[in-house]
């Protein structure tokens, strides 16, 4: 050992050259660290959501959430299990033990839950297991607001940023929130149907025949709505007015000629706002694995 010592510490230049390069091989793997502001950590952990249209908040939880907790909790190594209720939604979210495994505890939640099914109330649109992921947080929120633009106006600048930001290293995806689906509004006048002796079903079965990829969306007459489906194709709003009704003593009536034809909004799901001001928002996820030195 000390004849090692006197090695270097008579040759003390070399000796310096080594640690001079230790130094520098330690700050490069420093730097080559992945780092990140919101590390993927894996954890034993499930949230369950079941929609119910319809009921509210007493049997959601009597009728749904309180017979999936029965059939989980016979799983082992769990830490904590509860749930909440409201109208129409229950979450029930189900934590294990540090060290279980995320994947097998999914897989036991999703069998249970298959159990169990039958014995749920008819009418639930969807029951949604979801593994704990904090891969799935939003690292960014924009919210662009507006009180006079529509809401095509918005959701197209939204889809404009939504593509901007899913091209830049790093995000996984990026998506639109708030924005009430857009749809065709036929609003048919009564008295110029009654004018021209044609029934409202004639505009409904005109379109329909014609089709659209286009969204018709609605016929809305006299505090009545007639939802439409089709598959044929429009190019603009003036193809759909010009979709004929009747041919008669040489003339074509139209759906333009019976009914106000403009692009509009489907009823909004839910109400976004920031600051009190009505917004959509556009939020962006990092990708999974991906790491950036120094971030």
Same mark, same amino acid.
Request: hydrophobic share 45%.
């Given at each position: 050992?000390?004849?090692?010592?006197?090695?270097?510490?008579?040759?003390?230049?070399?000796?310096?050259?080594?640690?001079?390069?230790?130094?520098?091989?330690?700050?490069?793997?420093?730097?080559?660290?992945?780092?990140?502001?919101?590390?993927?950590?894996?954890?034993?952990? &499930?949230? $369950? %959501?079941? @929609?119910?249209?319809? =009921?509210?908040?007493? +049997? !959601? *939880?009597?009728?749904?959430?309180?017979?999936?907790?029965?059939?989980?909790?016979?799983?082992?190594?769990?830490?904590?299990?509860?749930?909440?209720?409201?109208?129409?939604?229950?979450?029930?979210?189900?934590?294990?033990?540090?060290?279980?495994?995320?994947?097998?505890?999914?897989?036991?939640?999703?069998?249970?839950?298959?159990?169990?099914?039958?014995?749920?109330?008819?009418?639930?649109?969807?029951?949604?297991?979801?593994?704990?992921?904090?891969?799935?947080?939003?690292? &960014?929120? $924009? %919210?662009? @607001?507006?009180?006079? =633009?529509?809401?095509? +106006? !918005? *959701?197209?600048?939204?889809?404009?940023?939504?593509?901007?930001?899913?091209?830049?290293?790093?995000?996984?995806?990026?998506?639109?929130?708030?924005?009430?689906?857009?749809?065709?509004?036929?609003?048919?006048?009564?008295?110029?149907?009654?004018?021209?002796?044609?029934?409202?079903?004639?505009?409904?079965?005109?379109?329909?025949?014609?089709?659209?990829?286009?969204?018709?969306?609605?016929?809305?007459?006299?505090?009545?709505?007639?939802?439409?489906?089709?598959?044929?194709?429009?190019?603009?709003?003036?193809?759909?007015?010009?979709?004929?009704?009747?041919?008669?003593?040489?003339?074509?009536?139209?759906?333009?000629?019976?009914?106000?034809?403009?692009?509009?909004?489907?009823?909004?799901?839910?109400?976004?706002?920031?600051?009190?001001?009505?917004?959509?928002?556009?939020?962006?996820?990092?990708?999974?694995?991906?790491?950036?030195?120094?971030?």
């Amino acid at each position: 050992m000390q004849a090692i010592t006197r090695f270097f510490v008579d040759r003390w230049q070399f000796t310096s050259v080594l640690f001079a390069l230790l130094i520098a091989l330690g700050w490069g793997a420093v730097q080559a660290i992945p780092k990140s502001e919101d590390p993927i950590v894996e954890f034993p952990g &499930v949230a $369950i %959501a079941v @929609v119910l249209p319809g =009921a509210d908040a007493e +049997q !959601m *939880e009597r009728l749904v959430a309180v017979p999936i907790e029965n059939a989980i909790n016979s799983i082992e190594d769990i830490q904590d299990l509860n749930s909440s209720s409201r109208a129409g939604l229950a979450v029930i979210s189900v934590e294990f033990a540090w060290g279980a495994d995320p994947e097998e505890k999914f897989g036991e939640v999703v069998r249970e839950l298959n159990v169990v099914r039958n014995s749920l109330p008819e009418g639930i649109v969807s029951i949604t297991p979801r593994r704990f992921n904090p891969a799935q947080t939003s690292i &960014v929120q $924009i %919210a662009l @607001v507006s009180n006079n =633009a529509s809401f095509r +106006q !918005m *959701e197209s600048y939204a889809k404009a940023l939504r593509d901007s930001l899913e091209r830049s290293p790093g995000v996984q995806q990026a998506q639109v929130w708030g924005a009430p689906p857009s749809e065709v509004r036929v609003a048919a006048d009564l008295d110029r149907l009654a004018a021209y002796r044609l029934p409202l079903t004639a505009v409904a079965d005109a379109l329909q025949r014609e089709g659209a990829d286009t969204p018709i969306g609605a016929v809305e007459a006299g505090g009545r709505r007639f939802n439409l489906q089709a598959s044929g194709s429009f190019n603009s709003l003036d193809e759909i007015r010009a979709v004929p009704l009747r041919a008669e003593g040489g003339s074509v009536v139209t759906v333009g000629d019976v009914a106000e034809v403009n692009w509009a909004n489907d009823e909004r799901a839910h109400i976004t706002r920031y600051n009190g001001q009505r917004a959509i928002f556009v939020t962006a996820r990092a990708a999974g694995r991906e790491h950036f030195p120094g971030a």
